[in-house]
């Protein structure tokens, strides 16, 4: 009763001093929420005072804190259809004040909006015109706003390309400030798509086709992603109306395709966001119903007299529904490609392998992309994606560092177009030994090409390209853009741990060609390697010194008699162990040492063993090719260079262009020569998923219950033996 009586007073008080007293009004709405009463069951959310006789369509989106919430309301000024956003705070007392419209807002058209992770940042999609717009833009771009103490300041436009385009359909940002959106653009897979743009160092570089079965043919729009990217909450098109679904991470990179929420009674629900402590979910319904809506304790100016006609109403319910879809052990989805900036549009794109990163670099300006290195086939279109989404076409020149796969075996997605350069030995190369089984198209071959070094001029930067060839591999360059001072220092750093070498490098020459890039680079640079964290100049002499140290402690030991497994069990490199952070072990670096110092580089090239074999079995035949590989090895074994590897790769790669016969048949002959190698486990592996691929069931079964004899536990032996017993049931 004491309420009462205490609202009767402020009422009469209020009626008295008429346009004086505006703060002892009674309240309208007190409590979190416009003290609107949550059920577990979707229900009209606090209506007569967010949800309106006027057309609510996008959900209230309430600040981090709660105190402060914004309401779009759409609707028409005179004859003019105009989408207005409003804003109503909290006092401490808990009563919420007349929204009001934002002071930019109320003029034109404004979309959707969301809060920046930390709520002082507010993003909106508008119609409103720009400084400089051509006549005949009319689309929806996004705008910001940043908090000024109570206030808002002057909107301006993202910094994304994602402004070249219509972004009608709502988005919404997660922890990190990217940006998820749905977007009307013919490059997508239906009308509307879900994209995500990245925020690099406060600005947008990147927008991408969110990639996955989420994007269909239908309408995907008003993507609510979670702010950990667990999941996103989208609404698509059905054939009776509108439905909300979830989707969650699909386990490969990307998003699969949503589900409905259990528990919407559907009528057409549309446009959900959960609220700012993620309990309840918002969204939007037209069901015409006025007691649903009583009329409006606030006036909403400028709108005039509510509009039932196409009503639209705010609807909430628990979000337990969303949260329990997520399963005891939800993904939270990444990116396959990691975006860091250098700034003036040099960015880093590295890939996760696990125990390493492959990084690649991108160049992007007024002249167009450039690219240094592809990374591996199976990365290539996630990175081509990311590429396309700076939106400035495909890359107008490759360069690659290095012939490995991981760094040119994407080249190939990128089409004819893009002129790729590299150093002299990598077109050869690329055309012999085990790269042979990798039937590289044309469209990889370097048309460019150089021995020492060359300049290349682009987007307005000098680019020195110098050979740094003879360690890792024996046709590495650097690749340096002096005005960013940036350098990829292609394989020879390694990220500043132990490097690896090939059979065409030499781990002896690794310090010499330190002390290069040392003499060359200037002290204010960033290093990239191709693979692992970036470092600077100053941590180049370190790591010649470590390279210099571990190989005269290695000398130092075999000359006092010591052989590798000595060495090994000795741990003479101990004091170097910080440096054995990737993929070589302190153990596998007095290896590579023993193995340079014991056979120093041949002075007469061996054959090419793979060149016999890809000829023969591509003109005579599988068995005419495994014939031919036992007759070399047992009369001119001291021509060409057999080794354990031989075999497995050659099967390896023919698997991967899908031949499987000639694969299995190279594999099972590599099982037979090599059946003391380290690596017998990979090539059963190997064997058993070509069997597989034979439909040769039995056969599978065998090769892989070998492999996991000898690997147990590996569980992606264990997960293959699952898939072929499964297929073997059914
Ligand atoms: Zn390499």
Redesign the pocket.
Known sequence: MRVLVGSWIALILAVGSVGSVMAEQPCAANGPFFGSTPSAEESVFAPGVASTQWHDDWPPIFSPDGREVVLRVLGFVGEERRGTLFVSRMDDSGCWSNPEPLPFSGETMDGAMAFGPDGQELFFSSKRRAVGDSEGFSGSRIWVTARQGDDWSEPVLLDSPVNSLNVNGGFSLDADGNIFASIETESGVGAHDIHLIRKVVGVYPVVELLPGAINTEATEVAPFIDPDRRFLIYTTTVDDGLELRVSLPDGAGGWAEGRPIPGLDGQSPKFAALSNNGERMFFVSERFDVAANPPAVWSYEPYGDPVYEDNADLFWMSSEAILDMLGDEPQMWKPTIEITSFGEGLYRLATDQGAYTTNSLVFVGSDGVLLVDTQSEGEAEALRRVVKGFHQGDPKIIIFT?R?V??VGGAAVFGEDPMVIAHDLVRTKLRSGSYLFDEFPDATMPDLSFADRMKLFFNGEEIDLVAMAGS??DNEIMVHFKDHKVVHLS?LTNGFNLPSA?GDGDVLAFAPLIARAIDELPEDVVIVS?HNDNGAWADLQPYHDMLVGTVNAVRAGMADGMGLEELQEAKILDQWEAYAGSYVSTDGWIEYIVDAIESPKESAPKEDIYAELYSTLNDQGTEAALARYLVLKAEHENEYDFNEFILLAAGSKLLAKDRAEPAAAFLELGTEEYPESDYLYYTYYLLARARLSLEQTEEALTACRRALELKPGNTTITSLLAEIEGGGAS
């Open positions: 290095h490995h991981e760094h890792h591999d394989s090939d191709g």
